[in-house]
T-cell receptor, first 118, second 114 residues
Framework: GAVVSQHPSRVICKSGTSVKIECRSLDFQATTMFWYRQFPKQSLMLMATSNEGSKATYEQGVEKDKFLINHASLTLSTLTVTSAHPEDSSFYIC??????????????FGPGTRLTVT | GEDVEQSLFLSVREGDSSVINCTYTDSSSTYLYWYKQEPGAGLQLLTYIFSNMDMKQDQRLTVLLNKKDKHLSLRIADTQTGDSAIYFCAEVPERSSNTGKLIFGQGTTLQVKP
C-alpha cells in the first residue's frame, strides 16, 4: 500500500528557533500534499495544500510566513515552523494524494510529528 | 455550522458491534470516508463509499449511507480491543472538489472493554 513517512516523529525546540518537518511519499508520486495540525482530543485542522512546483495554498488564519511550505519534488514536502513559540506546540500531520483529478481523494497520511516548544 | 459532525465517545464490550454515526451538510459530496487514528499516530483510511451507494461492506466493516438524511454510519462487527481508536468521518465538499480538501468530523473515540 501507499506509505507516507514524516521526520522527525518528535521534536523539542526552544522558543524562537525554527523547526523543519519532512513529509515523504515512499512508493508513489504525490502531486498534492496536505498539512494538518491536530490539538489534543480534537479533529484535524487543514493548514495548507501543497502542490509540487508551486506555492502552497494556505487556509484562512494560517500565517504563511510562519509556516513555510516547500514542495520541491513529487515525493517530498517540508513544513518549517519559523520562530516557534509554545503555542505552536502541536501534532502536525501530512497527507499525500495518490491520484490527481477525479472525485475520489485518496489521501495517505503520515504518522505525524509531535512538536514541543519550550 | 460544522460541515461534518460526530458524537464524541462510544464504549462497547469486546465481541459486540459498534456503530459510529456521522452527519454531514454537503449533499453534493461524491465520496465519504472513514479514517481510524490510533494514539500518537497518523490517520489510516479504513473505507470510503460512493455517494450513489447505500451500503458498502468490507470484512467486519459496514458503511451505511442515507443521502436523504445526510447520515453516514460505520458498523464494526465483533469489535476487538485493537479497534480502540478515534474514528473520523470526512467528506470533500463540492466547493473543494477540485482540490481534494478533506473536511473531518470531530472524531469519535471508541473504547472497547474486555
Amino acid at each position: 500500500g501507499a506509505v507516507v513517512s514524516q521526520h522527525p516523529s518528535r521534536v523539542i525546540c526552544k522558543s524562537g528557533t525554527s523547526v523543519k518537518i519532512e513529509c515523504r511519499s515512499l512508493d508513489f508520486q504525490a502531486t498534492t500534499m496536505f498539512w494538518y495540525r491536530q490539538f489534543p482530543k480534537q479533529s484535524l485542522m487543514l493548514m495548507a495544500t501543497s502542490n509540487e512546483g508551486s506555492k502552497a495554498t494556505y487556509e484562512q488564519g494560517v500565517e504563511k510566513d510562519k509556516f513555510l511550505i516547500n514542495h520541491a519534488s513529487l515525493t517530498l514536502s517540508t513544513l518549517t515552523v519559523t520562530s516557534a513559540h509554545p503555542e505552536d506546540s502541536s501534532f502536525y500531520i501530512c497527507s499525500a494524494e495518490a491520484t490527481s483529478g477525479g472525485a475520489l481523494s485518496e489521501q495517505y497520511f503520515g504518522p505525524g510529528t509531535r512538536l514541543t516548544v519550550t | 455550522g460544522e460541515d461534518v459532525e460526530q458524537s464524541l465517545f462510544l464504549s462497547v464490550r469486546e465481541g459486540d458491534s459498534s456503530v459510529i454515526n456521522c452527519t454531514y451538510t454537503d449533499s453534493s459530496s461524491t465520496y465519504l470516508y472513514w479514517y481510524k487514528q490510533e494514539p500518537g499516530a497518523g490517520l489510516q483510511l479504513l473505507t470510503y463509499i460512493f455517494s450513489n451507494m447505500d451500503m458498502k461492506q468490507d470484512q467486519r466493516l459496514t458503511v451505511l449511507l442515507n443521502k436523504k438524511d445526510k447520515h453516514l454510519s460505520l458498523r464494526i462487527a465483533d469489535t476487538q480491543t485493537g479497534d480502540s481508536a478515534i474514528y473520523f468521518c470526512a467528506e470533500v465538499p463540492e466547493r473543494s472538489s477540485n482540490t481534494g480538501k478533506l473536511i473531518f468530523g470531530q472524531g469519535t473515540t471508541l473504547q472497547v472493554k474486555p
